[in-house]
T-cell receptor, first 108, second 115 residues
Framework: SQQGEEDPQALSIQEGENATMNCSYKTSINNLQWYRQNSGRGLVHLILIRSNEREKHSGRLRVTLDTSKKSSSLLITASRAADTASYFCGAGSYQLTFGKGTKLSVIP | DSGVTQTPKHLITATGQRVTLRCSPRSGDLSVYWYQQSLDQGLQFLIQYYNGEERAKGNILERFSAQQFPDLHSELNLSSLELGDSALYFC??????????????FGEGSWLTVV
């Protein structure tokens, strides 16, 4: 069964706007990792947040984790056309399980 | 470049055949993970090896098998292939078992097309 489940399935925004994607999971986890995938390519690691952390930042990325709600969010600020990709959250303890991703389109 | 190397990048084969996908993990990484990505099923965890031993099993079919060798490279064997096995197969690696939250790095994948 899927652990990380991303929402929404698709998101379309204008360049410069912020993009927020959500992730829910079912059982307790050790960590949650966000990835970006350009069409047909490999998953690029963006950020890891551990279960005892609530928020992490990396450049234009901000990730939050709410273990009581079993959910996480990824915020991309000041989006660029190059951010167009699918975004996945992997949740788990020893290995990560993923949902089907959020397809983000940033319109120039 | 994640440092995880997968070969071949593309593979076309007929139904009923057997193929082997190869993965070299990042230098020093002891864990190797295999994932299957298809349009309808999304990204599915198949199996994990840690330092040569099977660590966890996911949605791996009985027709599929994997192993990790002493030099830590891994192979995923897919046999009696069906059209539905057409997918992008990823290998990933991390430097630990994953219990402490090690970053997991993915390769570029092997595209398998079964015709």
């Amino acid at each position: 069964s899927q652990q990380g489940e991303e929402d929404p399935q698709a998101l379309s925004i204008q360049e410069g706007e912020n993009a927020t994607m959500n992730c829910s999971y079912k059982t307790s986890i050790n960590n949650l990792q966000w990835y970006r995938q350009n069409s047909g390519r490999g998953l690029v690691h963006l950020i890891l947040i551990r279960s005892n952390e609530r928020e992490k930042h990396s450049g234009r990325l901000r990730v939050t984790l709410d273990t009581s709600k079993k959910s996480s969010s990824l915020l991309i600020t000041a989006s660029r056309a190059a951010d167009t990709a699918s975004y996945f959250c992997g949740a788990g303890s020893y290995q990560l399980t993923f949902g089907k991703g959020t397809k983000l389109s940033v319109i120039p | 470049d994640s440092g995880v190397t997968q070969t071949p990048k593309h593979l076309i084969t007929a139904t009923g055949q057997r193929v082997t996908l190869r993965c070299s993990p990042r230098s020093g990484d002891l864990s190797v993970y295999w994932y299957q990505q298809s349009l309808d099923q999304g990204l599915q965890f198949l199996i994990q090896y840690y330092n040569g031993e099977e660590r966890a099993k996911g949605n791996i079919l009985e027709r599929f098998s994997a192993q990790q060798f002493p030099d830590l490279h891994s192979e995923l064997n897919l046999s009696s292939l069906e059209l539905g096995d057409s997918a992008l197969y990823f290998c990933a690696s991390s430097d630990g078992q994953g219990s402490t939250g090690n970053t997991i790095y993915f390769g570029e994948g092997s595209w398998l097309t079964v015709v």
